[in-house]
């Protein structure tokens, strides 16, 4: 069975600095995704990044990227130049590649940011 | 405007009874999703559906019951079974055909549950 594990329950960040957020993983899968999802106090879930495990290039969107060390089953987030509506809970989450399995996603405890001014 | 949409935001529940959460979306997608949302213990899944008329349990099925006799809807029912029912539901839908495009899952706003 998978496992999505997210150590740092809370982290804060002044505005403009850089924070990365740290997730590991449990798999003997070869084929997946990783996904981050950013969940404001709105507790609407909004897809961050994906970063497909059979590629070497870390994925990378505007002030958001990944550092993916899949030898290590690490996925770590970070984002530059913090700003206030980077504050919410992040989700690191697992998706194995097959057609048959559903498509589920498996989901860490989350990490609560808050980006001060 | 698609998306995925559930109803009531806020729910309440009497010790005892059932209750069921709705979810619909318009965005044609063929997977559909029920997760439980715990503080500290991020998104458990409880049902998943990838297919009208067919469903599987997740990790957590116990104490809920699950229908697909539509694309579009996919409605989570808390029994009285469901021991710690007080949670945020959130539904989610996604594409089942294959290509990095549609590993996206899109999540509706959720449905917050007190048991009274």
């Known amino acids: 069975a998978q496992t999505v594990t997210q150590s740092q329950p809370e982290m804060s960040v002044q505005e403009a600095e850089t924070v990365t957020l740290s997730c590991t993983y449990d798999?003997?899968?070869?084929?997946?995704?990783l996904f981050w999802y950013k969940q404001p106090p709105s507790r609407q879930m909004i897809l961050v990044i994906r970063?497909?495990?059979?590629?070497?290039q870390n994925a990378t969107e505007n002030r958001f990227s990944v550092n993916f060390q899949k030898a290590a089953k690490s996925f770590s987030l970070k984002i530059s130049d913090s700003q206030l509506g980077d504050t919410a809970m992040y989700f690191c989450?697992?998706?194995?590649?097959?057609?048959?399995?559903?498509?589920?996603?498996?989901f860490g405890q989350g990490t609560e940011l808050s980006v001060k001014p | 405007d698609g998306g995925i949409t559930q109803s009531p935001k806020y729910l309440f529940r009497k010790e005892g009874q059932n209750v069921t959460l709705s979810c619909e979306q318009n965005?044609?997608?063929?997977?559909m999703y029920w997760y439980r949302q715990d503080p500290g213990q991020g998104l458990r899944l409880i049902y998943y559906?990838?297919?009208?008329?067919?469903?599987q349990k997740g990790d957590i099925a116990e104490g809920y019951s699950v229908s697909r006799e539509k694309k579009e809807s996919f409605p989570l029912t808390v029994t009285s079974a469901q021991k710690n029912p007080t949670a945020f539901y959130l539904c989610?839908?996604?594409?089942?055909?294959?290509?990095?495009?549609?590993?996206?899952?899109?999540f509706g706003q959720g449905t917050r549950l007190t048991v009274v």
């Open positions: 989610a839908s996604k594409l089942r055909t294959g290509g990095n495009m549609n590993t996206e899952a899109f």
């Open positions: 965005l044609n997608h063929d997977a």
């Open positions: 798999t003997s899968e070869n084929n997946y995704y």
């Open positions: 989450a697992f998706m194995k590649l097959s057609y048959n399995q559903g498509g589920k996603l498996i």
């Open positions: 970063q497909e495990a059979y590629k070497q």
């Open positions: 559906s990838q297919i009208v008329n067919d469903f």
